[in-house]
């Protein structure tokens, strides 16, 4: 009851983790499964419908319902201390965002066990394939209200995080004072707000199109397919930005801190995150260059496009002269991190050449975007985030991750990722398409088909041996310092190890850029309050975000069966998505009308629970 009920930040951010760490492992699953059909030619391991199955859902999962819940795991465990914050802005709000998101994802997953199966549109869910006329069955409204449910959360967390990193910073740190890493998920939180907004209009006019009959993008009755492309990458390239900024937030706080110097160009940075943010917004047609928008557009966003290497290009050499002459460690953090530029770049590079658009013509339909998005989002994002898993975990949890075995998992999954796909540019050079289920024999493919699946099965063998890890090192005592790393440059290293529930006892003055390496350099031993030692109040506990949620996911299913459920009384469909709506706003009445005040911690009670003064 305590985790269904929790409001607390600390451990929002742990149930977005095992959340987040759980439908990883089902992404992974469906990518071993789309890798072992592919290893040989004219394999019959997978039909061809459950392979468009496995590759919509295997997208649409590791991007939703993978990798957006373990960043804002990680955002909610760090950025409130990294700004000196009691909690965030809405407790509240932030359990409606984590319980919204999981039921959206659960209810897109429970597609797997229907009579019609999971979507098979495609991750992108084009029309008209995603349409009735093509997608019958129920897949593809399980994948429109999942999503619109889950990305209520998404939207309300980002709402929240830019609410709290604005009205909720300690005293002393302005803007240019806060770490990179508050910096990107304020930048991101930005674009969550604008983007998401996009694909909540998309998605409900796809489930106009199902369930009513309506014709957004049905070019028979009046739609336009091409409609559906706009609204979707208008939302869908700000989302590679709203995954990869959180994860360069991460490198920029790990490799300062591992090579014991401040990080190198700190105000360009920002600004380069800043530009990063804004450019973001004005490419999205670069993924529609073979839809006929004609010269001028292609060149207009291919230009746009190729600027984005700019501030990228400033983020990789700034951490490059971080590292130099710095005294660097080579910690499981470190090597994620390092073995992260590198990575990224390459997948910079393709990125580079997909944007120039005769060449897109070519490339486009073939494993060389496959290969490329994959060095972008694994080779980037997934690297940045068990980076950050790795410099966090003790502050999250008490306990440092073996160091022995987090190394051996770094090679192991840093091996198998370039293994997997670096071979895969070279595929989509000699034709082979995307989103085939099979090929013919002596193509040219075999050989590099069958290297991507040994890469593949040695990331899934890198995965389960940081579970492993997590697993041994949960049997430990909760004994990690409060720096574990002893080099620790901001706020969150000078409470204890996992905080209390009030993260800091006086909120701290904040004096300069990492503000706790500044105290340590002055020959302090912590931070200097900016407050006297008084009463703490935090936010009560409530079971309402959960109930909320669930009436979503019952109004989701009441929805989709609307027609199908004749049994007791021709609508029971509608009757089952009114209850849940009552569920629903009946739980927004009792918040409304409850006044719920809160509690306050006592000074005497911090000195109790073993707080030091």
Do not use: C
């Amino acid at each position: 009851m305590d985790w269904l009920t929790t409001v607390d930040h600390k451990k929002i951010g742990i149930l977005y983790l095992i959340a987040g760490g759980f439908f990883f492992l089902v992404g992974g699953l469906e990518a071993l499964l789309i890798r072992i059909q592919l290893w040989k030619p004219l394999n019959d391991f997978v039909s061809a419908d459950t392979y468009n199955e496995l590759i919509t859902m295997h997208g649409t999962t590791m991007i939703f319902l993978a990798a957006m819940p373990m960043l804002f795991a990680l955002m909610n465990a760090v950025v409130p201390l990294q700004i000196g914050a009691r909690d965030v802005a809405f407790p509240f709000v932030n359990a409606l965002g984590f319980w919204t998101f999981f039921f959206g994802a659960v209810l897109l997953n429970v597609s797997w066990f229907t009579s019609t199966g999971a979507p098979a549109a495609g991750w992108t869910a084009y029309a008209p394939l995603s349409g009735p006329a093509f997608s019958t069955g129920h897949g593809m409204d399980y994948y429109a209200l999942g999503l619109q449910i889950a990305g209520i959360g998404t939207l309300i967390g980002g709402i929240n995080f830019l609410v709290t990193i604005i009205n909720m910073r300690a005293p002393g740190m302005t803007f240019m004072r806060m770490p990179m890493f508050t910096w990107a998920s304020f930048i991101t939180s930005a674009l969550i707000l604008f983007a998401f907004p996009a694909l909540a209009v998309g998605l409900a006019a796809l489930m106009f199109d199902r369930v009513f009959d309506a014709n957004f993008f049905d070019p028979n009755n009046g739609g336009n397919a091409v409609l559906w492309e706009h609204i979707f990458w208008i939302f869908g390239h700000p989302e590679v930005y709203i995954l990869i900024l959180p994860a360069f937030g991460v490198i920029s706080e790990v490799i300062s801190t591992f090579s014991r110097k401040r990080l190198f160009g700190y105000s360009s940075m920002v600004f380069a995150t800043i530009l990063i943010g804004f450019l973001g917004f004005m490419v999205w047609a670069h993924h529609m260059f073979t839809t006929g928008l004609g010269p001028v557009a292609n060149a207009l966003f291919s230009i746009a496009t190729m600027l984005i290497a700019v501030p990228t290009g400033i983020k990789i050499f700034n951490w490059i002269f971080t590292m130099w002459g710095g005294s660097i460690k080579f910690t499981s953090a470190n090597l994620y991190a390092v073995g992260f530029i590198p990575t990224f770049v390459m997948g910079g590079v393709t990125g580079v050449m997909l944007a120039a658009a005769p060449a897109d013509f070519q490339y486009h339909d073939t494993y060389f975007v496959v290969a490329h998005f994959h060095y972008v989002i694994v080779g980037g994002l997934i690297l940045g985030i068990f980076s950050g898993l790795h410099y966090w975990w003790p502050k999250m949890f008490g306990r440092v991750l073996n160091e022995t075995l987090g190394k051996w998992t770094f090679w192991m999954f840093y091996i198998g990722f370039h293994l997997t796909f670096f071979i895969q540019h070279f595929l989509g050079l000699l034709g082979m398409p995307r989103r085939i289920w099979t090929y013919l024999d002596g193509l040219g493919f075999n050989e590099m088909n069958l290297i991507s699946t040994i890469g593949a099965i040695m990331m899934g063998i890198g995965t389960i041996m940081f579970i492993l890890n997590v697993v041994i090192t949960n049997a430990k005592p909760q004994n990690a310092a409060d720096d574990p790393w002893e080099d620790g440059r901001t706020l969150e290293w000078t409470i204890p190890s996992p905080p209390p529930e009030y993260n800091f006892k006086q909120t701290p003055l904040v004096r300069g850029y990492d503000a706790y390496w500044k105290e340590k350099m002055d020959g302090h031993k912590g931070m200097t309050p900016a407050e006297p030692i008084g009463s703490i109040h935090m936010p009560s506990p409530s079971i309402l975000p959960f109930t909320m949620s669930l009436g979503l996911f019952i109004t989701g299913f009441g929805l989709m069966y609307s027609r199908d459920w004749t049994f007791i009384t021709e609508h029971i469909g509608f009757y089952v998505a009114g209850l849940g709506l009552l569920i629903t706003f009946g739980s927004m009445f009792l918040r409304s009308v409850y006044d719920d005040h809160g509690f306050h911690i006592e000074p005497e009670e911090l000195e109790d629970k073993g707080v030091k003064a």
